[in-house]
């Protein structure tokens, strides 16, 4: 069974600076989808950043950046130039690729503080 | 165009009642998947749809958890006589398809609270 894991359960960074993120995971298949999700206090998950497992480049979206190490199963997240409006739960996860397959399967989040 | 929307946004119910929370995915997407977020075992998957069918139900923690989906859009989820530990948050997710799961749109979850 695919098993994702963040070993952070809190993070804190100083606006402006910048913070990574950590999650492994673990799957036999080679067709796969990571992701990070943000969910604020208001609950609605929000994609943050997508990588595919073929791509052997890493994902960049503004000031979030991805360090995809799929040899180690590694995905982590780095943002860059923390805004307050960055604190929230992060949830890494992972699907399947093809049709196979609907279910995501997240990590157990990481809370990160921002402080200004 | 609207997102996927949730009904309640929350929820409070007694020990041994019923309740429907309901999911209303974007337009023209034929692919549904519900969660649940909890303290205790974080987020979980619980069923997903395709159209009107459930492939996948692998998810439900009991038989007391049911869901349907009629007519390709709108899902109910059922829970029958409620438990404490049934407390959570329960998200709705949709995609444009089941081969577009790794394009999946939340909602904004009902927090069912279980006294």
């Known amino acids: 069974a695919q098993t994702v894991t963040q070993s952070q359960p809190e993070m804190s960074v100083q606006e402006a600076e910048t913070v990574t993120l950590s999650c492994t995971y673990d799957t036999s298949e080679s067709d796969y989808y990571l992701f990070w999700y943000k969910q604020p206090p208001s609950r609605q998950m929000i994609l943050v950043i997508r990588q595919e497992a073929y791509k052997q480049q890493n994902a960049t979206e503004n000031r979030f950046s991805v360090n995809f190490q799929k040899a180690a199963k590694s995905f982590s997240l780095k943002i860059s130039d923390s805004q307050l409006g960055d604190a929230a739960m992060y949830f890494c996860a992972y699907i399947e690729g093809g049709t196979s397959y609907g279910k995501l399967t997240f990590g157990q989040g990481t809370i990160l503080t921002v402080h200004p | 165009g609207a997102g996927v929307s949730q009904s309640p946004s929350n929820k409070v119910t007694e020990k041994g009642k019923d309740v429907e929370l309901r999911c209303d995915p974007i337009s023209g997407h034929t692919a549904l998947y519900w969660y649940r977020q909890s303290l205790g075992q974080g987020l979980e998957f619980l069923i997903y749809?395709?159209?009107?069918?459930?492939?996948?139900k692998s998810g439900l923690p009991s038989d007391r958890f049911s869901a349907e989906r009629t007519g390709g859009s709108v899902s109910t989820l059922t829970i029958q006589r409620t438990q404490q530990e049934d407390s959570a948050v329960y998200l709705c997710a949709s995609s444009l398809d089941r081969g577009r799961a790794y394009e999946q749109y939340f909602g904004p979850g009902t927090r069912l609270t279980v006294t």
């Open positions: 749809f395709q159209g009107n069918s459930a492939p996948d």
